[in-house]
């Protein structure tokens, strides 16, 4: 079965930095993609950033691009988010998904809180 | 990068059929010229369900009352038959071209059922 745990989240104040993590079981994490997607509170859902199953190709919103990082350990079968430089707009719950191979998004994690506030 | 666009909210009564569009508004027009438009249903608090991938294709264990298609730069989710558990909150992503993994959401469509 299939499973996505987000950890890490947090009350963090601006300018301040957090690293999310994504453990992932179920499945053989180096075969996908794996993004991040974010809900801001009363909010759409926002795409964040998406990483090859290599790590090798990376892309960003213009949101956060220069102030997030997506990493991914495919040992650990892990995927993470590095935040800096937060700003009160990053605040979300943040959600890591799988690309399922057809361009979408086939699992989702329950989501972190990441909260920006002085 | 621009949000699709989505009507903010859809009412329907049990057994009615809605649909919910979503149209692309960015220059690369994102929505009509790539198959890769995909539909998932929120409630509040839970993970994000697939629920159509590939404009008109249904992952395993969606009902089959749930169906997609794509006409010109307007893609569309038709719920037939809408029954309680169908309110939430849906969404459209589509990839923004064959060529990177970058991905614009649609606004968000809140679905009630009257």
């Not at chain 1, 220069?66 to 430089?85: A, C, E, P, V, W």
């Amino acid at each position: 079965q299939v499973q996505l745990v987000e950890s890490g989240g947090g009350l963090v104040k601006p300018g301040g930095s957090l690293r999310l993590s994504c453990a992932a079981s179920g499945f053989t994490f180096s075969d996908y993609y794996m993004t991040w997607v974010r809900q801001a509170p009363g909010k759409g859902l926002e795409w964040v950033s998406s990483i090859s199953s290599s790590g090798e190709t990376i892309y960003f919103a213009d949101s956060v691009q220069g102030r997030f990082t997506i990493s991914r350990d495919n040992g650990k079968k892990s995927l993470y988010l590095q935040m800096n430089s937060l700003r009160v707009e990053d605040t979300a719950v943040y959600y890591c998904a799988r690309e399922g191979g057809s361009y979408s998004f086939d699992s989702w994690g329950q989501g972190i809180l990441v909260s920006v506030s002085s | 990068q621009s949000a699709l666009t989505q009507p903010a909210s859809v009412s329907g009564s049990p057994g009615q059929s809605i649909t919910i569009a979503c149209t692309g508004v960015g220059s690369d027009s994102d929505v009509g010229g790539y198959n890769y438009v995909s539909w998932y249903q929120h409630h509040p608090g839970k993970a994000p369900k697939l629920m159509i991938f590939e404009v008109n294709n249904r992952p395993s264990g969606v009902p089959h009352r749930f169906s997609g298609s794509n006409s010109g730069n307007t893609a569309s989710l038709t719920i037939s038959g809408l029954q309680a558990e169908d309110e939430a909150d849906y969404y459209c992503i589509s990839k923004r071209s064959t060529t990177t993994l970058a991905y614009v959401f649609g606004s968000g469509t809140k679905v009630t059922v009257l």
